[in-house]
């Protein structure tokens, strides 16, 4: 009865061309490497596995600690603002951690903008001994933790927001303080989610390239970019890839095991509805709105004002970006990428639908492993893959090269988005789709609607606000996006990331401004679109 | 040439590859009729209602409408294309649609077919839904849901309508009602009808006959009286929970002898020879209650149902029977005190196994 219909062929092809850098990296493993990776091996390996173990450490504290805190104010009590902080907490996601590492030094800086203001209140004095200087590893935990805490913060916040008013009063019950109901029955109760959100920093700390190459941070993340592209050795820079897989699918198996312990924060559990938050007054009030003021401020207000500051006394740095173009580019990419990863998404759930497969589900279930891949390491297996495939197969058969349709093209980095971004968007549209009882399609069919009609006239109307949460999630991505790009993208075609790392690298960090400003603005704009969603409110 | 209305011939029901109900066989002689499957939860009769339209394949034997092969081995009509009309238990409304989209949804299926329409606010005023048609299905309750959800099968004008247990929501005060109204609805405009029921009185109520589906089988196929009355098999017996079995002794062609209760006399149901033991099944409206009778059995249980008292005895050897009476009986007995049977006892139908 299980034919191998257009579901399977097209869920199998998804599911092979999203493994293909995976393979890649496993097969290189086994390639002769250059003496790069002797010398790598026998001197700097230690320091950057150390470099990258440091890091990790470093931001899951700090994410840890503002995640947590912050999520337990908003969701429990009620003070000035506490409304306004529930959204603007996540804005800081709209800073990706190398324009913070652009901003944070620019403020610190020897003769930079803390000395500007300090010159300006109290005229001229050496005052660059006093201010501290936030660089290297110090520089980059702060970057990527104020990027990027909105992970621990918004799952955190959402299974406290499903926590069951029951357990808050039983802690009363009991007789517990407010702190001893805090650690003993809500963070608990809170335990998967805070752990995917942990997982989730992890990945995206380890694949972090700009941050940590901006503050010459030598992490395994640079060792695969330095020596593919200083050494030209790309087997190696594979090698480093496999090490960092393993250690990233490791978080990844934590991430989903979490994440499935964290169901059972379920609304349906009951309760939470009626939860009222409890009204803080007078020096608590005042401390719970400096806390939030405070991360909300570190984590955006700081950047993007040094961002503006800079665009505004360098107005001459706005003029000669060519906006135009960058907008252009970037509208390029994320419809074409959009498009693309919406339709494969909707023929691989609808095929999981319809299909009921356990096979499907099985090759739907690799297809999404793709988020876990490091940009830098997929941009690198990508262009293996390539090169290998236009070598032996290509050649074989005597045609031409493939390599410029693949390589440095829109159609190459719409590609590497594709794998990358998969998961995002097939999740996405998979867990509205879930929502979708299946006696709903079988009503349909009954009342003599095809399952195109069905499809039409069901699926569609009702995903249709999931559709533009998943576009507006993957346009955020995209314009964040930095090490596929930097590595695939065409010759003179630029995007906000680019340029902004670009001047960035050549120390024009004035000059970095304006794209940066550009990019944390569209997406703090993508941000307050999807707020709702992201957020898990009463629409859900 | 197949002249039923409807037909499953020797079908073995199935889900996720496991056998639910095993060659199954029943039929609908005329368009119209109603017929009521009852069994205990989990055994597979929505299953059934799934497999009749085309939701679940079958591997076995053949379901047929109007002459036309449904589901064979070889022979599968798609859901969409057998205007069979399901009504599902979870409701199954659109969430995105008002209550007025979700009941009109389909019931132009069969528009300018010279299919008699249902009058749409005629069935909307009888389930009584006028109130919630501009609401959408999280604004209503699980009964007004139900009620919709059956609407929407009823206006679709089917051929064969399925009704996956249609009022286990409706409230128990409105539930009467509902029930006259739907029955008098199919009946008036001939709807062939399908009803999976755990309730034995609301298949009683609605079904022209009643199947009981019990251990993977159609254990009963008849009318409801017949059902009740001459239950099959033990297991009916047990699954209608309607008396009690207590064993007894062939003493003639219209008498048995039971050791607590004496002689008891009726017309045998099924033949059994002079001098065989069998398990005779007493049902509470059996026995009458008489306080002058010798034979005086002890009240260990007394339930009060408004029309009725049941009243629960216990037998010289511990055997519990049950007692009817009518509640505006002259007086009331209590536990501990000694109840009266009419002696010698006297059924109608003597059931026995």
Same mark, same amino acid.
């Given at each position: 009865?299980?034919?191998?219909?257009?579901?399977?062929?097209?869920?199998?092809?998804?599911?092979?061309?999203?493994?293909?850098?995976?393979?890649?990296?496993?097969?290189?493993?086994?390639?002769?490497?250059?003496?790069?990776?002797?010398?790598?091996?026998?001197?700097?390996?230690?320091?950057?596995?150390?470099?990258?173990?440091?890091?990790?450490?470093?931001?899951?504290?700090?994410?840890?600690?503002?995640?947590?805190?912050?999520?337990?104010?908003?969701?429990?009590?009620?003070?000035?603002?506490?409304?306004?902080?529930?959204?603007?907490?996540?804005?800081?996601?709209?800073?990706?951690?190398?324009?913070?590492?652009?901003?944070?030094?620019?403020?610190?800086?020897?003769?930079?903008?803390?000395?500007?203001?300090?010159?300006?209140?109290?005229?001229?004095?050496?005052?660059n001994k006093h201010i501290p200087k936030f660089d290297g590893m110090l520089g980059a935990i702060l970057s990527i933790s104020f990027s990027i805490y909105a992970y621990v913060y918004i799952l955190t916040r959402a299974s406290f927001y499903y926590q069951s008013n029951n357990l808050i009063e039983l802690g009363k019950n009991l007789g517990f303080s407010k702190l001893k109901s805090l650690f003993k029955i809500i963070i608990p109760s809170a335990r998967p989610a805070i752990v995917a959100g942990l997982s989730l920093v992890a990945m995206e700390t380890l694949s972090d390239f700009g941050a940590v190459d901006f503050f010459s941070i030598n992490t395994l993340t640079t060792a695969i970019y330095n020596s593919w592209l200083s050494f030209d050795d790309l087997a190696f820079s594979n090698q480093l890839s496999f090490y960092l897989l393993i250690f990233i699918f490791g978080l990844f198996v934590i991430e989903k095991f979490s994440r499935r312990s964290a169901k059972y924060h379920s609304p349906l559990q009951g309760g939470f509805k009626t939860r009222k938050k409890i009204k803080l007054y007078g020096l608590n009030s005042f401390f719970a709105f400096l806390l939030c003021f405070i991360i909300f401020f570190l984590s955006f207000i700081f950047p993007i004002s040094q961002m503006l500051y800079w665009t505004i006394i360098y107005p001459k740095n706005f003029f000669d970006?060519?906006?135009?173009?960058?907008?252009?580019?970037?509208?390029?990419?994320?419809?074409?990428?959009?498009?693309?990863?919406?339709?494969?998404?909707?023929?691989?759930n609808y095929g999981n639908r319809v299909s009921k497969s356990k096979i499907l589900n099985?090759?739907?279930?690799?297809?999404?492993?793709?988020?876990?891949?490091?940009?830098?390491?997929?941009?690198?297996?990508?262009?293996?893959?390539?090169?290998?495939?236009?070598?032996?197969?290509?050649?074989?058969?005597?045609?031409?090269?493939?390599?410029?349709?693949?390589?440095?093209?829109?159609?190459?980095?719409?590609?590497?988005?594709?794998?990358?971004?998969?998961?995002?968007?097939?999740?996405?549209?998979?867990?509205?789709?879930?929502?979708?009882?299946?006696?709903?399609?079988?009503?349909?069919?009954?009342?003599?609607?095809?399952?195109?009609?069905?499809?039409?006239?069901?699926?569609?109307?009702?995903?249709?606000?999931?559709?533009?949460?998943?576009?507006?999630?993957?346009s955020l991505e995209i314009i964040r996006e930095l090490p596929i790009t930097l590595i695939l993208r065409p010759f003179n075609f630029e995007t906000f990331a680019t340029t902004a790392y670009i001047y960035a690298s050549q120390d024009l960090l004035e000059a970095a401004a304006v794209p940066s400003l550009f990019l944390v603005l569209i997406a703090s704009l993508f941000i307050l679109l999807i707020s709702r969603y992201i957020l898990k409110e009463e629409n859900e | 040439?197949?002249?039923?209305?409807? %037909?499953?011939?020797?079908?073995?029901?199935?889900?996720?590859?496991?056998?639910?109900?095993?060659?199954?066989?029943?039929?609908?002689?005329?368009?119209?009729?109603?017929?009521?499957?009852?069994?205990?939860?989990?055994?597979?009769?929505?299953?059934?209602?799934?497999?009749?339209?085309?939701?679940?394949?079958?591997?076995?034997?053949?379901?047929?409408?109007?002459?036309?092969?449904?589901?064979?081995?070889?022979?599968?009509?798609?859901? %969409?294309?057998?205007?069979?009309?399901?009504?599902?238990? %979870?409701?199954?409304?659109?969430?995105?649609?008002?209550?007025?989209?979700?009941?009109?949804?389909?019931?132009?299926?069969?528009?300018?077919?010279?299919?008699?329409?249902?009058?749409?606010?005629?069935?909307?005023?009888?389930?009584?839904?006028?109130?919630?048609?501009?609401?959408?299905?999280?604004?209503?309750?699980?009964? %007004?849901?139900?009620?919709?959800?059956?609407?929407?099968?009823?206006?679709?004008?089917?051929?064969?309508?399925?009704l996956d247990e249609p009022l286990s929501n409706i409230d128990e005060n409105f539930k009467e009602e509902i029930q006259v109204k739907l029955k008098q609805i199919l009946k008036d405009h001939k709807i062939t009808t399908i009803i999976v029921t755990h309730d034995s009185y609301e298949a009683f109520y609605l079904g022209d006959k009643c199947g009981i589906i019990l251990e993977k089988k159609l254990k009963q196929f008849d009318e409801p009286y017949n059902v009740y009355h001459y239950p099959n098999s033990i297991n009916v017996v047990n699954f209608l929970n309607r008396g009690v079995l207590v064993p007894a002794k062939v003493t003639g062609q219209y008498t048995l002898q039971n050791d607590d209760l004496g002689l008891i006399k009726g017309n045998f149901v099924n033949e059994h020879k002079v001098g065989t033991k069998v398990k005779l099944l007493l049902q509470p409206e059996d026995l009458e209650h008489d306080d002058k009778s010798n034979l005086q059995l002890d009240v260990v249980d007394k339930k009060f149902k408004g029309t009725n008292f049941i009243y629960t005895l216990k037998t010289k050897s511990n055997k519990n029977i049950s007692v009817f009476v009518h509640s505006h009986h002259v007086h009331q007995h209590q536990i501990n005190d000694k109840f009266g049977i009419k002696n010698p006892i006297h059924i109608k139908h003597l059931v026995c196994f």
């Open positions: 009865m299980k034919s191998f219909n257009i579901w399977y062929i097209s869920s199998f092809l998804i599911s092979l061309f999203v493994i293909i850098p995976v393979v890649t990296v496993f097969f290189s493993y086994f390639e002769n490497t250059s003496d790069y990776s002797e010398l790598l091996k026998n001197t700097f390996l230690f320091e950057y596995i150390s470099n990258s173990l440091i890091l990790l450490l470093g931001v899951l504290i700090m994410t840890l600690i503002i995640g947590v805190t912050t999520a337990y104010l908003v969701s429990f009590y009620s003070f000035p603002f506490s409304n306004f902080f529930k959204w603007a907490l996540i804005l800081g996601f709209a800073v990706p951690p190398y324009i913070y590492a652009y901003s944070l030094t620019a403020f610190f800086e020897n003769y930079g903008t803390a000395y500007s203001i300090l010159k300006s209140l109290f005229g001229d004095a050496n005052y970006l060519n906006i135009y173009d960058l907008i252009l580019n970037t509208l390029l990419l994320v419809s074409l990428s959009s498009i693309i990863l919406i339709i494969f998404s909707f023929i691989s099985f090759l739907t279930t690799i297809s999404i492993s793709g988020y876990a891949l490091p940009g830098i390491i997929l941009a690198v297996a990508y262009i293996t893959f390539v090169a290998w495939f236009d070598n032996t197969i290509i050649s074989y058969f005597e045609i031409q090269s493939i390599k410029k349709i693949f390589i440095g093209s829109i159609l190459g980095l719409v590609l590497a988005y594709f794998v990358r971004f998969y998961s995002l968007s097939c999740n996405g549209i998979k867990s509205s789709y879930e929502k979708i009882n299946k006696t709903l399609d079988e009503t349909a069919y009954l009342a003599g609607y095809s399952k195109l009609k069905t499809f039409l006239n069901i699926h569609i109307p009702y995903l249709r606000s999931s559709i533009f949460f998943v576009i507006i999630l993957i | 040439m197949n002249k039923n209305f409807f %037909e499953i011939k020797n079908v073995d029901f199935q889900v996720g590859g496991k056998t639910k109900v095993k060659n199954l066989s029943l039929h609908i002689e005329k368009k119209g009729e109603i017929i009521c499957l009852l069994g205990p939860s989990g055994i597979g009769k929505t299953t059934i209602l799934r497999s009749i339209a085309g939701l679940e394949k079958i591997s076995n034997g053949s379901i047929s409408l109007k002459s036309k092969v449904l589901s064979s081995k070889n022979d599968y009509v798609e859901p %969409e294309n057998r205007n069979i009309a399901l009504s599902f238990q %979870e409701n199954a409304l659109f969430p995105h649609y008002t209550i007025k989209k979700n009941i009109y949804f389909g019931a132009d299926r069969n528009k300018g077919n010279g299919v008699r329409k249902i009058d749409p606010r005629k069935i909307i005023k009888i389930l009584n839904i006028e109130k919630i048609l501009n609401k959408y299905p999280h604004q209503i309750s699980a009964g %007004e849901a139900q009620r919709a959800s059956l609407t929407r099968a009823l206006l679709s004008n089917p051929d064969l309508l399925l």
